[in-house]
C-alpha cells in the first residue's frame, strides 16, 4: 500500500490518538495496541500533528497516558519513517548536551511524547518497538536513529515478559537505567541496531549477565544481540579482522563475532572478563 496522502493521513492520525481514547471512554480496557505501517516517506508528525505538539498540556495527552496504564501488550513496528534535515520534524525524545533533563517541548519531541505515554504502563507484559528510519543522515554516509532514550530511561515495565527493541540511539547512562528497570523474570529480550551514543557497553553487560544469567542458565530466557553500535564494538570487531584467520572475512561476520561474544557474556556461556573490555579481547 502506498504512503497515504491528505485526509489519508488526518484518519491515521485519529487511528492513533481518538480510536484508543474512545474506547477507554465506551468502558472498555485497552489491553493490546500494534502500530505498523503504511507511513512510509511520512514524517513523525503524521502521529503527533503541529496542534498537538505546540499544546503538549492539552488534556488528550493525560487521557492517552490514562489508556495505557491497562495495556499488556505494545507492538510499534514497520513505521519506516524517512529522515528529515528539518530540525522541526526530527523525532528527538532528547539532546545530548541535555541527556539528563526531560526533552523540549515542540514538534520535534512530539513522536517522543507520544511513545512515551504508550510506554507509561506498568503492566505491560510484551513490548516490541521498532523505530527503524529509512536512509540515512543527509550528506553522510550515517545511518540515523530515532532518539528516545530520555523515554526509553523512564519506562519501568514489572511484569513484562518480552522485550524487543530496535534502532534507537541511548547512551551509557540511559541504557543502565532501561536495563536496570527491567523485569528479573524477563523471558525474552532482543535488543538490535541500538547505538551507544556515550559511554561504554561494559557496565551495561556487567548488569545484564547480573539481572539474566541464571534464568538463561535454566533456559528460562533468551538473549539475542544484532548490530549493537558504539562504545567498544567497532574497536572490538576491527580487532577480529586484524586477528582473523579467514580469508574474506567481512565488517559485518566481525561485528557479529562481538555479538555473539556479549550474548555469551550475558548468558554465563563463558566465565571470565566482560568482553567488551577491547584491550583484552583478543
Known sequence: MGKPIGDEIAAYTRVFWDLPIAIYQAGSLLQGFELKGPTVSQRYSMICPEEMSCTPEKPVWNQLHTVCQDLQTLIIKG???????????????????????????????????????????????????????????????????????????????PRARAVSLKSVIMTQRKMGSFCGSMNPDVEELNLSDILLSQGSWVPVLDLLRELLKQRCMEGRCRVRLIHLAGGEVEQLANGILSASVVDGMTPLEASAGVMESFSKYIKGDEVGQNPAIARRMI
Not at 539532546?95 to 511513545?115: I, M, R, W
Not at 506498568?122 to 540515523?144: A, F, I
Open 79 to 157: 513505521l519506516s519513517f524517512n529522515y528529515w534535515l528539518d530540525d522541526r520534524a526530527q523525532p528527538v525524545g532528547d539532546n545530548e548536551e541535555q541527556s539528563d533533563q526531560a526533552p523540549h517541548t515542540g514538534l520535534e519531541c512530539s513522536f517522543g511524547k507520544y511513545v512515551g505515554s504508550m510506554l507509561s504502563g506498568r503492566r505491560l507484559e510484551k513490548v516490541e518497538l521498532d523505530l527503524s528510519l529509512r536512509g540515512s543522515r543527509p550528506n553522510t554516509s550515517q545511518k540515523e536513529r530515532c532518539q528516545l532514550s530520555y523515554v526509553l530511561s523512564r519506562a519501568s515495565w
